[in-house]
């Protein structure tokens, strides 16, 4: 699932860079970046119909890839206070010392002559297995949970709570680690 999930994300963000690129944005992560500052900016000055035409278009945008990347029909939405919940969870068993302790085993296993992509790899395998057992909990089971989650969270990409908690988590694996994200 992650895998799928990665190649979903390149096409997604090839075809963003693609498209912001006519609003006047550089074709970069730079641009990447400065479009979603602009786009976060305007969702918080307040629904207009042009807010809400530009989210009503993305949901459906997301909805058309999950479909066609997993076969599967996001249902439900996913409420601001369930997904950082759900995050925090997750962040929380990410630092804890036994997942770190064992997730340099796995990177370490691997050899002294493994690339950083198959580290970066091995890493994203064991974030996703505790996704696999937090997510239950909240009512999303197996790899299909997992993505209807992923779909419902990108409603919530822009929320300042949510970013930190998993910059931090994502910070402290990769000191852990010796990766840097």
Same mark, same amino acid.
């Given at each position: 699932?992650?895998?799928? $999930?990665?190649?979903?994300?390149?096409?997604?963000?090839?075809?963003?860079? !693609?498209?912001?690129?006519?609003?006047?944005? +550089? #074709? #970069?992560? !730079?641009?990447?970046?400065?479009?979603?500052?602009?786009?976060? %900016?305007?969702?918080?000055?307040?629904?207009?119909?042009?807010?809400?035409?530009?989210?009503?278009?993305?949901? *459906?945008? $997301?909805?058309?890839?999950?479909?066609?990347?997993?076969?599967?029909?996001?249902?439900? =939405?996913?409420?601001?206070?369930?997904?950082?919940?759900?995050?925090?969870?997750?962040?929380?068993?990410?630092?804890?010392?036994?997942?770190?302790?064992?997730?340099?085993?796995?990177?370490?296993?691997?050899?002294? =002559?493994? #690339?950083?992509?198959?580290? !970066?790899?091995?890493?994203? +395998?064991?974030?996703?297995?505790? $996704?696999?057992?937090?997510?239950?909990?909240?009512?999303?089971?197996?790899?299909?949970?997992?993505?209807?989650? *992923?779909?419902?969270?990108?409603? %919530?990409?822009?929320?300042?709570?949510?970013?930190?908690?998993?910059?931090?988590?994502?910070?402290?694996?990769?000191? !852990?680690?010796?990766?840097?994200?």
């Amino acid at each position: 699932v992650q895998s799928k $999930w990665q190649s979903m994300m390149e096409i997604r963000i090839q075809t963003e860079l !693609h498209v912001i690129n006519a609003f006047g944005f +550089e #074709s #970069s992560q !730079h641009g990447m970046v400065a479009y979603r500052q602009t786009m976060a %900016h305007r969702m918080q000055q307040g629904a207009t119909g042009e807010t809400t035409a530009l989210q009503s278009l993305d949901k *459906q945008i $997301w909805s058309e890839l999950i479909r066609r990347s997993f076969n599967i029909s996001p249902t439900g =939405d996913l409420t601001l206070p369930q997904a950082r919940q759900v995050i925090f969870m997750v962040a929380s068993k990410l630092q804890q010392s036994d997942f770190l302790k064992t997730l340099k085993t796995a990177i370490d296993l691997l050899g002294s =002559d493994a #690339s950083d992509v198959q580290k !970066h790899t091995r890493m994203q +395998e064991s974030i996703l297995g505790v $996704w696999l057992e937090v997510l239950p909990s909240f009512g999303f089971e197996g790899e299909k949970g997992y993505v209807v989650f *992923q779909a419902g969270l990108v409603d %919530h990409s822009a929320d300042p709570e949510i970013a930190t908690i998993m910059q931090a988590a994502l910070m402290t694996l990769g000191v !852990h680690t010796g990766l840097s994200r």
